[in-house]
């Protein structure tokens, strides 16, 4: 601004810095009424959710945590079965906590090595029917 001289600078400043208030005020309470929308418990869970769909490894991750679950529980109930002793049964936990880890860490490797496993099954059989 410029160094006000007289009344009529006076009156100039004043009505610019009342419209520069208007400005600000208005994108004041725009921003207030975007940030009180984005808090509402129901905006947040729709954003967390577009988050997690969006993401990348949701969808392997998930599969192999899926896969580790199964597995542990699978080797619990076989190793297991449905045994009332209360060692037998903390030790089921113990294997099935670890087998699930393992799997779903190593999941990947797992799969690939499923998947040769079966086209090896599937090829044998297909060659023993041709013959």
């Given at each position: 601004?410029?160094?006000?001289?007289?009344?009529?600078?006076?009156?100039?400043?004043?009505?610019?810095?009342?419209i520069?208030?208007?400005?600000?005020?208005?994108?004041?309470?725009?921003?207030?009424?975007?940030?009180?929308?984005?808090?509402?418990?129901?905006?947040?869970?729709?954003?967390?959710?577009?988050?997690?769909?969006?993401a990348?490894?949701?969808k392997?991750?998930?599969?192999?945590?899926?896969?580790?679950i199964?597995?542990?529980?699978l080797?619990?109930?076989?190793?297991?079965?449905?045994?009332?002793?209360?060692?037998?049964?903390?030790?089921?936990?113990?294997?099935?906590?670890?087998?699930?880890?393992?799997?779903?860490?190593?999941?990947?490797?797992i799969?690939?090595g499923?998947?040769?496993?079966?086209?090896?099954?599937?090829?044998?059989?297909?060659?023993?029917?041709?013959?």
């Amino acid at each position: 601004m410029e160094k006000i001289q007289n009344t009529n600078d006076l009156k100039a400043a004043i009505i610019f810095l009342e419209i520069k208030q208007a400005n600000e005020k208005r994108i004041l309470i725009e921003q207030f009424k975007a940030t009180y929308e984005s808090m509402k418990p129901v905006n947040i869970i729709k954003n967390t959710i577009k988050e997690l769909i969006t993401a990348p490894d949701l969808k392997n991750n998930l599969v192999n945590t899926t896969i580790g679950i199964a597995t542990g529980y699978l080797s619990k109930k076989i190793t297991i079965g449905s045994s009332h002793n209360p060692l037998k049964q903390a030790l089921g936990a113990l294997l099935q906590f670890g087998v699930t880890n393992i799997v779903s860490k190593n999941a990947s490797g797992i799969k690939s090595g499923a998947h040769t496993l079966l086209n090896t099954l599937l090829n044998k059989k297909i060659h023993n029917k041709g013959v």
